[in-house]
């Protein structure tokens, strides 16, 4: 699972990220307003933990332009500001949850098993994110189409990575099954991915995630 945490106090947001990391979530740390928009740009992620009192726009608007964007990354507010205007605003700005300043991180950790675990069924390949269950595909963190043929080749691909896919198995998503249509499509994949498609002489073909 891979965490953006935006936070102003250093020290608060090192302590925060080990012990994330102890529970074996990826974290990224973002200082001010502007990181994160850099790196929501350039990477996907499964939360987001954002203060509200940050250099730069708030943590509120952070979000608020986030949500603008059609970004449905979950996210939780972790901020000293306790008034029931602030905790009501970061609601609705599309917040999932709200944790009081100062907390326990094992509070954090225990609202992120419960709440968000589920994200681990994303299957990632380099800059590409993909769920399997909705079948929404995200490069870079922007969403791609692909029809259905190509759909149903992808899937299976990416759902068995590092094993042989029979290439009979994928002809069977042709419209007229054949293994030149079938590398005409895989080609298409490749080049409108970036992603490497191995064939497996004789066997099939392969994505391999190491």
Do not use: W
């Not at 102003?8 to 979530?25: N, Q, T, W």
């Not at 691909?157 to 042989?164: G, H, P, R, S, Y």
């Not at 896919?165 to 590398?183: G, I, K």
């Amino acid at each position: 699972m891979k965490i953006l945490l935006l936070e102003d106090d250093r020290i608060l947001c090192e302590s925060l990220k080990e012990f994330l990391e102890l529970e074996d979530y990826r974290v990224d740390i973002a200082h001010k307003s502007a990181d994160v928009f850099d790196l929501t740009f350039k990477h996907t992620y499964d939360l987001y933990i954002l203060d509200v009192n940050v250099p730069g726009v708030n943590g509120f608007d952070v979000l608020n332009s986030l949500r603008e964007a059609g970004d449905k990354t979950p996210a939780i507010y972790i901020t000293a500001l306790t008034d029931i205007n602030s905790i009501s605003k970061g609601f609705d700005v599309g917040a999932d949850d709200y944790i009081k300043k100062p907390f326990n991180p094992e509070e954090l950790v225990i609202r992120i098993k419960r709440k968000y675990q589920k994200e681990n069924s994303l299957i990632r390949l380099n800059d590409i994110v993909y769920n399997p269950l909705t079948r929404e595909l995200k490069k870079a963190g922007r969403t791609i189409g692909l029809g259905e043929v190509q759909q149903n080749i992808f899937h299976t691909l990416m759902i068995e990575q590092n094993k042989i896919v029979d290439s009979y198995t994928l002809m069977e998503f042709l419209e007229q099954p054949n293994p030149n249509a079938l590398r005409v499509n895989l080609a298409k994949l490749k080049n409108k991915l970036g992603i490497e498609i191995k064939n497996i002489r004789s066997q099939g073909y392969m994505i391999e995630n190491l």
